[in-house]
């Protein structure tokens, strides 16, 4: 049966493998094989269904300060199910109303949860509202920015120099270069099972702070310790690239670095060099 291979890191499982997660990995081989067998009758009959135009642009631009409406004037926008235009507002989003951030980009075109491209209009994304809450206590630990209708927000002016850049310090980590990253990944470019996503080469030997390493992830409904050592960088986000013709996506995930990818301080040696199981690196 074919298995859709992960376009991105959104699709990558950080936990340990369960019969759960591989009943879903069976489901979405189901789902797979429905769509290929549907592209081919279209194939068939015409030319291909056009890619996901982008939508409309949201009037904040990249980098502009915007403030989160009142809760009140935020849920005068929603209708039963908590939408506006189908974008769901979450329970997370509460506690960022009436608070300033930044907006790190406008989203017009993404993938969602069920791997399909679409086209979003006036949204965009802020860089310090992440899925987590302002405490970073929710959310499925990937730290995914949350979005934000037009609606939902207002213009507003920078806070103070001391409030606009918090979180400075910290540990810093240095990405490996290509060739010592190349030789940890086995044959579907991924260290254990983290897929290294192309465009992350061009970080290749630059510092970086350590923003948080991931403990749990929400997955399968429940929260689950990561198997493997996953870091996130400071001010890394995906661009999308992956997806080829099909994107870009601006959905902007933190990029994951799995420790093997990167020095950090008081690390022993070098990681070992990926093989099949059963064979010696």
Partial sequence: MIIEPPRCQLHNPLSRPTVWRWLQQFAAALRTRIRLRTRWRRLRSGPPPPAARLGAP????????????EA?????????????????????????????????????????????????????LLATAPCGGPLDIHGCGRECPLMFRDDWLEEASPPDAADAAPGA??????????????????????????????????????????????????????????????YMLADLYCGGAALGDDGPCDRSCRLLWHADWLRLPGQGRAPQPWAPAGTRP
Wanted: hydrophobic letters at 40%.
């Fill in 58 to 69: 949201s009037r904040f631009a990249a980098g502009s300060w915007v403030r989160v409406r």
């Fill in 169 to 230: 310090g910290g540990i810093q980590a240095t990405v490996r270069s290509a060739e010592e990253i190349r030789r940890t990944l086995d044959a579907h470019g991924s260290r254990g099972g983290l897929m290294f996503m192309p465009e992350m080469y061009q970080h290749a030997g630059k510092d970086f702070r350590v923003l948080r390493k991931v403990d749990r992830v929400l997955e399968s409904g429940r929260y689950v310790p990561a198997a493997q050592p996953i």
């Fill in 72 to 124: 009140k004037d935020v849920f005068a926008t929603l209708n039963a199910r908590k939408q506006l235009r189908g974008l769901l507002w979450i329970w997370q989003q509460w506690p960022y109303c009436g608070t300033v951030h930044r907006v790190l980009k406008p989203v017009r075109r993404m993938m969602d949860d069920s791997r399909q491209v679409r086209a979003v209009s006036g949204t965009v």
